[in-house]
């Protein structure tokens, strides 16, 4: 999955996605939930 494509799954933009990734940005743990859980619903694998 791109950047992009991970951070559309939750309505985040890619640059948002890049800061969290990059450690420059604190990704909200609930956003974090959040994104696993729909990542699941769409039947992806999740890496933690």
Do not use: N, S
């Amino acid at each position: 999955m791109t950047q992009e494509q991970a951070a559309a799954v939750i309505y985040a933009t890619r640059r948002a996605w890049q800061e969290w990734e990059g450690g420059r940005r604190a990704m909200h743990p609930a956003m974090w939930e959040y994104w696993q859980h729909k990542v699941a619903e769409r039947g992806q694998r999740v890496q933690t």
